[in-house]
């Protein structure tokens, strides 16, 4: 049993309301046209480093968040639309699926503004060491594991 259809639309309103000024957008939800669950938003994200292709970088990415009416104890689902090239976001043939810490520890308290500034820094920095089993996202892993930055130091000594 989720919450009372209003508190959503009103908690839903509040979260895309600041959604919509951390993304600089103008994009209006009114509660009022809401007929039935589900809500989807469609989100494009500029800006941000990601790659299309081993070392063909991009910076536009596109997805779209679910809400059910059971939202606040249910996570959102979420599809990525965009061509992408990672370990832990699905191509849009192989479902568009996105692996994020917080969807496996959604909780009541978690927003869509702390989810959409996680998939912000998923892009820009990803785990090859946990990927999705399609064959996109393990030659992605294969090869953020094998073009990671690489530091060599030494030390000197006062003599």
Excluded at 26 to 41: A, K, T
Excluded at 96 to 119: A, D, H, P, R
Excluded at 122 to 129: C, F, Q
């Amino acid at each position: 049993m989720g919450l009372p259809r209003a508190i959503l639309l009103k908690r839903l309103s509040n979260e895309l309301r600041m959604c919509s000024e951390y993304l600089g957008t103008d994009f209006m939800f009114d509660p009022e046209e809401v007929r039935g669950f589900p809500v989807e938003i469609d989100i494009h994200v500029s800006n941000v480093i990601g790659y299309e292709a081993p070392g063909k970088m991009i910076t536009d990415h596109e997805f779209s968040i679910i809400i059910t009416e059971e939202y606040g104890e249910k996570k959102p689902e979420v599809r990525w639309r965009s061509r992408i090239f990672h370990p832990n976001i699905m191509s849009p043939e192989d479902g568009g699926y996105i692996c994020i810490k917080l969807l496996n520890e959604w909780s009541f308290g978690t927003t869509l503004l702390s989810f959409i500034k996680g998939v912000e820094y998923l892009i820009s920095d990803p785990n090859p060491r946990s990927p999705f089993g399609t064959d996109t996202c393990m030659e992605a892993a294969e090869y953020f594991l094998n073009n990671r930055s690489r530091f060599h130091a030494s030390v000197s000594y006062c003599k």
